[in-house]
């Protein structure tokens, strides 16, 4: 089964998360099979905290992946986490 979930990147006390659409059975920070985006918990100043393709998280969930339950938030809080341009 395929699960949209967080990939623990950065280094000791400075998290950094990719969002990966994966195998069940593979690692946390294993194999991947596309990349849909980052999440940067400690962003300050012009960084970007959350950055997401919604359209291949959506691609993917139609599909049939199941989200992890820190990703569905994150995909709730998405559109408002984009900068106006």
Same mark, same amino acid.
């Given at each position: 089964?395929?699960? *949209?979930?967080?990939? =623990? #990147?950065? @280094?000791?006390? =400075?998290? &950094?998360?990719?969002?990966?659409?994966? $195998?069940?059975?593979?690692? =946390?920070? %294993?194999?991947? *099979? $596309? =990349?849909? #985006?980052?999440?940067?918990?400690?962003?300050? #100043? #012009? $960084?970007?905290?959350?950055?997401?393709?919604?359209?291949?998280?959506?691609?993917? !969930?139609?599909? %049939?992946?199941?989200?992890?339950?820190?990703?569905? &938030?994150?995909?709730? !809080?998405?559109? @408002? @986490?984009?900068?106006?341009?």
């Amino acid at each position: 089964m395929v699960k *949209i979930r967080l990939a =623990r #990147g950065g @280094a000791k006390k =400075r998290p &950094f998360y990719h969002v990966v659409a994966t $195998e069940s059975r593979s690692s =946390r920070d %294993g194999r991947f *099979i $596309e =990349r849909l #985006g980052y999440y940067n918990p400690s962003a300050t #100043g #012009g $960084e970007q905290k959350l950055v997401l393709d919604l359209a291949r998280v959506d691609h993917w !969930t139609k599909n %049939g992946a199941q989200v992890s339950e820190r990703v569905a &938030f994150l995909v709730k !809080t998405a559109p @408002a @986490a984009v900068p106006a341009a």
